[in-house]
């Protein structure tokens, strides 16, 4: 059997190290619209320092990921401690936030705390994003933090969200939050305290780590824009959009669901159309900035949930990577997301550059605009997967008909529209690779 994987991100990669081990399977192609693979674990860098797609990091509860990641990278690893904080009314408050409660102003600390121990909402059954964060920590906490830093990344109002993203939140016990507020602070996620990261490469690494274990059944063909995809009789026909042409006994896509919609002949169900019609997601812009200096300390990340600043997150890439770094200036990561047609969107990257700095310098992130040495902005379409009140019943409706009537596997972030960190894309692959092993053996 030969295998045609749609998409060279993450999980077309993973997939093809793990399948290339079954003996019923003959060759993998793993098609690449650009020319270099990887998807939103590409890493760029500017003066040769190396950033991401955002701040990815290395950690997982699966302990046959995560190790397998690990061993993956050998010596090309760096295990660290979490020092991420939140940016709120001129105050670095410690990660998660109601760990650190006794750092707030004590107004916010007492709102904080007493809308927490005296929680109307707490017996009632959430439903939507913003119930799931008064049902498990209050108004206080909820709207000093939780309801606008996530309107501010989602760009979408909580209370149209559905509770997939936040349901692997734990309730804080009371006495957690009784002492963060009398200044013992403590931790929570407890499985992202520590984590690991490239000492050389960016996350990039990670990819090409997977890839240097390819045997000769797989091949990775970049620049294969996908222009149509059709069947004849039992085999895929996948064709690029200068000509080239390839058949397979089976295809699985991690391609966005809107573009494999798009290039697929298959005539879709009016239910079908209208169900990845209806998918949503936020678009990035992520701007690398080389300073000469920052007031950050010994920081990875920081949350700024105040509305009038216009990045979400920044992350200090030194703390990352200390040994690639020079001894002089720093290199920020801010990020920004937004949707086609939004007023994000149409602003010019001159604007945005200009927004950015002029809101580092506004909340002492950076002292003048002077220590600015150079700068890059990549958009990046397809980033976040939007948890709305109709995800559930399009993707049953979208899965249903490709994966149960058309036998087409979808796999990864925006292949099954999941909002799937790297270590969970890795999980989805061992679960798919062990269900195909298996039909290949029953076949």
Request: net charge neutral.
């Given at each position: 059997m030969k295998i045609g994987i749609l998409g060279g991100g993450l999980s077309g990669i993973v997939l093809a190290y793990m399948l290339q081990e079954s003996e019923k399977i003959s060759g993998i192609d793993i098609l690449e619209k650009e020319q270099v693979p990887g998807g939103l674990c590409r890493?760029?860098?500017?003066?040769?320092?190396?950033?991401?797609?955002?701040?990815?990091?290395?950690?997982?509860?699966?302990?046959?990921?995560?190790?397998?990641?690990?061993?993956?990278?050998?010596?090309?690893?760096?295990?660290?401690?979490?020092?991420?904080?939140?940016?709120?009314?001129?105050?670095?408050?410690?990660?998660?936030?109601?760990?650190?409660?006794?750092?707030?102003?004590?107004?916010?600390?007492?709102?904080?705390?007493?809308?927490?121990?005296?929680?109307?909402?707490?017996?009632?059954?959430?439903?939507?994003?913003?119930?799931?964060?008064?049902?498990?920590?209050?108004?206080?906490?909820?709207n000093s933090y939780l309801r606008p830093y996530n309107e501010k990344i989602w760009k979408y109002d909580p209370s149209l969200m559905d509770t997939q993203m936040v349901d692997r939140i734990p309730k804080p016990p009371a006495e957690d939050i009784i002492r963060s507020a009398n200044g013992i602070q403590t931790e929570g996620y407890l499985h992202q305290l520590f984590f690991y990261y490239p000492k050389h490469g960016g996350i990039a690494a990670l990819v090409k780590a997977f890839a240097d274990g390819f045997s000769k059944k797989v091949?990775?063909?970049?620049?294969?824009?996908?222009?149509?995809?059709?069947?004849?009789?039992?085999?895929?026909?996948?064709?690029?959009?200068?000509?080239?042409?390839h058949a397979y006994d089976f295809i699985i896509s991690t391609i966005p669901l809107p573009v494999l919609c798009k290039a697929m002949t298959v005539a879709l169900p009016k239910d079908v159309k209208n169900a990845v019609e209806g998918l949503k997601h936020n678009s990035i812009i992520i701007t690398t900035l080389n300073l000469k200096k920052d007031n950050l300390g010994d920081n990875f990340a920081v949350?700024?949930?105040?509305?009038?600043?216009?990045?979400?997150?920044?992350?200090?890439?030194?703390?990352?990577?200390?040994?690639?770094?020079?001894?002089?200036?720093?290199?920020?990561?801010?990020?920004?997301?937004?949707?086609?047609?939004?007023?994000?969107?149409?602003?010019?990257?001159?604007?945005?550059?200009?927004?950015?700095?002029?809101?580092?310098?506004?909340?002492?992130?950076?002292?003048?605009?002077?220590?600015?040495?150079?700068?890059?902005?990549?958009?990046?379409?397809?980033?976040?997967?939007?948890y709305d009140l109709h995800h559930k019943k399009n993707m049953k409706i979208i899965k249903d008909f490709y994966e149960d009537e058309?036998?087409?596997?979808?796999?990864?972030?925006?292949?099954?529209?999941?909002?799937?960190?790297?270590?969970?894309?890795?999980?989805?692959?061992?679960?798919?690779?062990?269900?195909?092993?298996?039909?290949?053996?029953?076949?």
């Open positions: 890493s760029y860098n500017l003066n040769g320092v190396p950033y991401d797609i955002g701040p990815h990091i290395i950690f997982s509860k699966n302990k046959e990921v995560l190790d397998l990641m690990v061993n993956l990278l050998g010596e090309n690893i760096n295990k660290l401690r979490r020092s991420n904080k939140i940016y709120f009314k001129g105050k670095f408050i410690k990660y998660p936030f109601e760990n650190d409660l006794s750092s707030l102003p004590d107004e916010d600390k007492m709102y904080c705390l007493n809308a927490f121990l005296n929680n109307p909402y707490v017996d009632y059954e959430p439903n939507n994003m913003l119930q799931f964060f008064l049902t498990t920590f209050g108004e206080g906490i909820t091949t990775v063909t970049p620049g294969f824009t996908i222009a149509g995809i059709k069947k004849n009789g039992t085999l895929w026909s996948v064709k690029s959009s200068d000509g080239m042409e949350m700024v949930p105040d509305k009038e600043i216009i990045f979400h997150r920044l992350s200090k890439l030194n703390f990352l990577m200390p040994n690639s770094y020079p001894a002089k200036g720093t290199t920020l990561l801010v990020e920004i997301t937004y949707r086609k047609g939004d007023l994000i969107d149409k602003k010019t990257d001159a604007d945005i550059l200009e927004r950015i700095v002029n809101d580092l310098v506004k909340v002492g992130f950076v002292d003048s605009r002077d220590d600015l040495i150079s700068s890059e902005i990549r958009r990046v379409e397809y980033a976040y997967v939007i058309l036998n087409v596997l979808l796999c990864g972030r925006f292949g099954e529209y999941e909002y799937l960190n790297m270590d969970a894309v890795i999980e989805r692959c061992l679960d798919k690779t062990k269900k195909i092993n298996a039909a290949l053996e029953k076949a």
